[in-house]
């Protein structure tokens, strides 16, 4: 066992309740959702964090996984309302948001000809004409310019409104989708599955178990998906282990989840701005019990736009093996709600001195976490790396 693990356990400020915990963790059993609301009541920071990155370095050692990606957002505009998105706009104020064609997302995707992304991530709103066959096409468009590209696309809110749409299945409606190109999901629109907070949030899009059976689906087709959760709004830490339960559950079943990613709730030019945003030693706990809730998830990652580089690099102590991508300033999800990262971009070299930096070893991978290139014994150019400043 790490020593610094050690002396926590020994110490005299754990109760014989946190303990007990740390010896299940330790002896690999899981732990109960009640374990999970006293670590989240009663574990100190620095217990968290020990606790968490034993785990992480029993399953990952140092490596840290980065990919190069960029993101398509087709449209802002959206037939739902959720309030605590500062991105979205209603269709009958169409001329304040875009609506992207598909020969204009292709030329986005062929900027990068030539250029060693290898995944490209296409959420938007739920557009009222964008349908399964604009999707399809657009899929479609893509695989055909540049087959070697992976596609993880749609979230089940935009899945769940575009199949019922069309009037097929989720599993009908997908294999349409993967027949043209599509090649994993992404983790969005899973919010808080809880309906006492969910209706509060964004009441009239899929529910939790809409959300869980369209992944259910997709795993089944042989497709993975990652997950999300909007944490630090209204919700109580029941509500997060509820969520993080039913996840767990699922993927005893599938197997088919591979990332875990809690997104922290921004505030600014939201229908929520007067709810707080979490403390960054909140977020710090929030993935360290995710770390150690998920024991059937492989990977846990900090989404870096979102956080900001300096926290998401925090995180890497907390439990998270995976910092996304270099993204390429491709998305506005977050910046319009307020984070630091007005301009979310990042070069290899400066994912890759983010990662050394608390020394740990970066690792490229593919979407599907296939290894791309190991960084651990590349040197960055001193001018292209990351200042901690
Ligand atoms: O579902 C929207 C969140 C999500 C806010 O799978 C907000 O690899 C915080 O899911 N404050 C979409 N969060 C983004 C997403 C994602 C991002 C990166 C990687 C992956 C992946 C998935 O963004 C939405 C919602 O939960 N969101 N507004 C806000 N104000
Ligand atoms: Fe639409 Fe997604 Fe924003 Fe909700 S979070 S309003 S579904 S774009």
Redesign the pocket.
């Given at each position: 066992m790490q020593s610094g693990l050690v002396e926590l356990l020994n110490s005299n400020r754990i109760s014989a309740e946190l303990k007990t915990i740390a010896d299940k963790i330790y002896n690999n059993q899981r732990i109960s959702e009640s374990d999970a609301l006293v670590l989240f009541q009663q574990g100190s920071l620095p217990f968290l964090g020990a606790l968490a990155n034993f785990v992480r370095e029993r399953l990952h050692g140092d490596t840290t996984y980065f990919n190069r990606n960029f993101h398509i957002e087709p449209t802002n505009l959206c037939v739902f309302s959720c309030n605590?998105?500062?991105?979205s706009k209603i269709y009958a104020k169409r001329e304040e948001g875009w609506e992207l064609s598909i020969d204009q997302m292709l030329h986005m995707v062929q900027k990068y000809d030539g250029q060693p992304v290898t995944e490209v991530?296409i959420?938007g709103g739920v557009h009222p004409k964008m349908d399964l066959q604009f999707f399809a096409d657009l899929l479609k468009a893509i695989k055909t310019h540049r087959p070697g590209l992976h596609i993880?696309a749609f979230?089940a809110v935009e899945y769940d409104y575009m199949f019922r749409k069309a009037k097929v299945s989720v599993e009908e409606g997908l294999k349409i989708l993967i027949s043209h190109g599509l090649d994993s999901i992404?983790?969005?629109?899973?919010?808080i599955f809880h309906p006492d907070i969910r209706t509060k949030i964004c009441a009239d899009k899929v529910d939790g178990d809409g959300w869980l059976n369209i992944h259910a689906a997709a795993h089944k087709l042989g497709l993975h998906s990652?997950a999300?959760m909007?944490y630090g709004h209204i919700e109580k830490f029941e509500h997060r282990i509820d969520h993080m339960n039913r996840l767990r559950t699922l993927q005893d079943e599938t197997k088919g989840f591979q990332?875990f990613?809690p997104?922290?709730?921004?505030n600014r030019d939201?229908d929520m701005s007067n709810v707080a945003e979490s403390t960054i030693a909140e977020d710090m706990k929030m993935y360290a019990v995710a770390r150690l809730f998920l024991d059937n998830f492989p990977h846990l990652?900090a989404?870096w736009p979102?956080l900001g580089r300096h926290n998401a690099q925090m995180t890497l102590s907390f439990g998270v093996n995976d910092i996304?991508g270099t993204i390429d300033d491709t998305t506005k999800?977050?910046s319009m709600?307020g984070s630091e990262e007005q301009t979310p971009t990042m070069s290899t070299e400066q994912l890759v001195a983010l990662i050394k930096q608390v020394n740990r070893k970066p690792v490229e991978r593919d979407t599907l976490y296939n290894v791309v290139k190991d960084y651990s014994d590349v040197t960055v150019a001193e001018e292209a790396g990351f200042s901690s400043n």
């Open positions: 605590f998105c500062s991105y991530h959420v993880k979230t992404p983790g969005g629109g899973a919010e990652n999300t909007l990332t990613i997104l922290k709730f921004r939201n990652k989404y979102m996304d999800i977050y709600a």
